[in-house]
């Protein structure tokens, strides 16, 4: 066949010309993204309780929510926080199980549950996507600002601003958080009520009044029917002051015995931008929207914004879209400059211009039709499929050089340019399909991981299948029809003048002297991989293990805990503080102080006394030093302070991120007692104390002012608990006395007082009853408790997590440690999880993988050599290469993670491929009656240079990586590492260390 198309090139050239073209469609058509679009298999709830403390919450709520929610199908974990005021529920399922039913079970279960829960709404069920990472936000300010100004561009943001957005084809939604609402305060005068003999409640009783609603009411006339409307008189603060009510004989309005006064609502969080108080605006994009088409939509409303509203400024902050495309735009720098020196390295070794034309060709076509392929088996191009591109074209420029090399070689010893041309094809055809194999072999299996990493990586292995696949068709077809019609002209192959002047007789020299070393010395056969197994113990042991590897980010978020019990106003003025410290350091800055405001979860769940501060620098070594003053400002002033450093949420940390310390110890009661912050502090500081390399956080708790009723009294003043209660509402301005409706907003108007200190509250407020008025002082007794801030539950209950942050190699000695302390406590008992648990779970996954690639291996490498024994010797350099592997991962500091397990498991496949070949030469050579040691030097004089080209261009395709600096190269740098070093130490064993262990095995002839 192949003899039949060297006579048409042109048919060959369209047929692929074709493919090409749809190529060129599938890139076009293929949705691009940071990552792949994976199901992420968790579903949260959110119960939102204002009026119940974290304590309540989880008694009265989260404990029922969390008994019938265990029950549903799949369901892997649960873990619950409880909060004043709100709770959240994670539900974890089993991988691979259908996202989009579990919620809907989850909805079934809490309607089940909305009888038992007492006066809360009903909980928001949040299903995980990977479209909940908001695109981008956008910070919207307005210089000199006063309050009443804020409130106007808070309206002006959500009616106009957000709609405006929303507009937009690629946008899904805009989540608002920092708006500042209005409400209307109506403070009575005490004195003038009891001078006309009114109470509060009757006063209260007349405000009501005022606001009426009809519904549901028509009225006929004739064969008509209409519906009736009543128009409330109340419905802006000029209404309700005008609204009259009689007392005796005379009629008032409300603004003589009260004010009345419009005002911001107290607010429990803002959001601050670049110094000033700001609106933050997270915007949402289609599932199937692209990331770049959005960012160019939302540049060009931007500019219009700027021309429509000039007084308004827009900042955009956390921009997804630049991460995308820095790190896309590196990766394809990065396979440009792989291709050029693969080009390059082709060029010096078969010292002529046309090969490496071949090389420039074969790549290039074979990227774009793959890309076809990778459209029909609906693959993204994200990071993942584009490092797996970028891994595959120093696998697939393989075939090319073994073929030019085969083709030339035939050549150059007498066959005719046509017979070399065929004949050369047909004799590595089938090597180089085993090649190709053995490498799709180990890639494979890690399609099976369990969990989030076999979602990740499936990009990665079928991208480079797919590669190699379509590389080593369009080797045996399309490059032996070029080489053809490239040389066709030529009687004999000529080098390239000055590269013919280069000769490698020395290091054929040299060569044979080493394989003679080796053959001399057969005991290296068996010492070597013995020698690498017990290095490769060594080292597992004592590196560090972690999840992925580190990812360089020049922007991060710092998370404060404030661990006291501080004003908005006070956690304002510290976060100013520490964005001051910032100066020009930061080119971005902007906060996130108390409670937010968003509907999903953008931010972490903040209480009055957080804040979260994101700030963007220049590089990662500026990143490093604003971290550093940042924790020396917060260490130094405010020392009870909890924080930490966290990356900006992007979609890939959400997803596949580390979220747990190395070691967490969840403490519980061994008997029905609660779990109270008085028993758990002495614990965690024996704790920290026993374990001094170990970093251990203090126990935040929160004190909360606790009003303490005495019954007797009660019951003597004739005093009512729901008066009591009413009394402490209004004097603190939590009296909702009804909501009026402006447009699309609705405004509260409340009863109140102008009280704000809690002494003051205590000493002044009075209780009204027929007789007299009664002091709170005299019915109620002030007093502190202390709770956790978090009340933390599982599947066992309420439980304390302790993290200790430790070196995984020192994980069972604090283990043996906080069960000790445990025990002697007497009433306590721990159990433990954290990432140091999931990392084993990781190795031992990848060890699964392995074994499985590598039985593979064996099944393919005794189908091509019909032998039991060959694919012994091939596999058997294995352990020698993952043993130099895990020395450097050791010694660079790299360590173990989900990219080196995956390097370690590539090397398996490609390392080998140099031994198939030489093996397959032996063989050929050993048949038509070598001696076998001759047969060695024979066949490793033929390959030696093929050998060589293809490690160096494998090892130069990921050479890239090493440079870092973006999330594509650090995410690979720990496989480029393995895979670099397993080339090199590959090569050498290739070249030498096999040829000793087949002639150790076949003393004379193989054809014997």
Known sequence: MLDRLLDRPVSVSMIALVLVILGCVGIASLPVGLIPDVDIPYVTVQVDAPDMSARELDELVVRNLRQNLIQINHLDDIHTEAKDGSATLTLNFEQGCNIDFAFIEVNEKIDRSLSSLPGVNRPKVLKASATDIPAFFINVTRRGLGDDSFVELSDFTANVIAKRIEQLDEVAMVDISGSVRREILIVPDLDKLAALG?????????????????????????????????????????????????????????????????????????????????????????????????????????????????????????????????????????IIIAILLDCLIIFLFMKDLRSPLLVSLSIPVSLVISFFVLYLLGISINIISLSGMLLGIGMMVDNTIVLTDNITARWRRGDTLRDAVVQGTNEVSGAMLSSVLTTCAVFIPLVFLNGLAGDLFFDQAITVTVLLLVSYLVTVVLLPVYYYVLYRRNDTFKPNRVLARLEFKSGLRIYDKCVNFFLKHKWLSWALPLLCCVVSALSLNYMTKTKLPPITYSDAILEIDWNSH?????????????????????????????????????????????????????????????????????????????????????????????????????????????????????????????????????????????????????????????????????????????EIVQGNRTVPVVLGTDMVEMEELFSTAVVHTEEKDIPLRK????????????????????????????????????????????????????????????????????????????????????SQFESLVQPFIILSEIIIDLGFCLVFLWLTGAGINMMSLIGIVVVCGIVINDSILKIDTINKLARQGREVEAAIHEAGHRRLKAIIMTSLTTVLSVAPFLGRGNMG???????????????AVGTLVSLFYVPAVYAFIYKRKIGK
């Open 198 to 334: 009114l109470s509060v409640d009757e006063f209260q009783r007349a405000l009501s009044e005022a606001n009426v609603r009809l519904t549901n009411l028509m009225i006929r006339d004739g064969e008509y029917r209409y519906n009736v409307n009543f128009r409330s008189f109340a419905s802006n603060r000029d209404d309700i002051a005008a609204v009259y009510f009689k007392s005796g004989d005379k009629i008032f309005r409300i603004d003589d015995v009260a004010s009345v006064v419009e005002q911001a609502a107290p607010a429990s969080g803002l959001d601050r931008s670049d110094g000033k108080q700001a609106l933050a605006l997270a915007v949402i994009k289609q599932n199937d929207a692209r990331m770049s088409k959005l960012r160019k939509s939302m540049d060009a409303l931007l500019q219009q914004f700027a021309k429509d509203y000039p007084e308004v400024e827009f900042t955009l902050t956390r921009d997804q879209t630049e991460l995308l495309d820095y790190s896309i735009r590196n990766l394809l720098l990065n």
């Open 779 to 862: 019915l109620l007794r002030q007093t502190f408790e202390e709770d956790f801030k978090t009340i933390v539950s599982g599947e066992e209950g309420n439980y304390y997590p302790v993290a200790i942050d430790i070196r995984s190699s020192e994980v069972p000695q604090a283990m043996e440690a906080v069960k000790s302390i445990c025990r002697d406590s007497g009433d306590y008992e721990v159990s433990f999880s954290g990432a140091y648990f999931t990392n084993a779970e990781m190795i031992r996954q990848m060890a699964i993988v392995l074994l499985i690639a590598l039985a593979m291996l064996f099944l393919i490498l005794a």
């Open 969 to 983: 190269a650090d995410l690979q740098y720990p496989m480029a590492l393995v895979i670099i070093v397993g080339m």
């Open 566 to 738: 501080i004003s908005l106003e006070e956690n304002r003025r510290r976060v100013v503080a520490l964005e001051d410290l910032a100066g020009g350091d930061a080119s971005q800055i902007s906060s996130m102080v108390g409670v937010q405001q968003f509907l999903m979860n953008h931010s972490a769940d903040q209480s009055v006394n957080e804040a979260s501060i994101y700030f963007k620098c220049a590089d990662a070594q500026g990143l490093e030093s604003l971290k550093s003053r940042f924790a020396e400002k917060i260490s130094s002033t405010w020392p009870d302070a909890v924080y930490g450093f966290g990356t900006s949420g992007n979609i890939f940390e959400m997803v596949f991120a580390e979220k747990e310390a190395e070691l967490t110890a969840r403490l519980r009661t061994s008997s029905d007692k609660k779990l109270l912050p008085q028993g758990v502090k002495p614990l965690v500081e024996a704790m920290d104390k026993a374990l001094p390399m170990a970093d251990i956080a203090s126990v935040p708790v929160k004190k909360d002012v606790l009003y303490v009723a005495d019954p007797e009294l009660l019951s003597l003043y004739g005093v009512s608990w729901e008066a009591l209660a009413a009394v402490l509402r209004q004097s603190l301005n939590g009296n909702t006395v009804f």
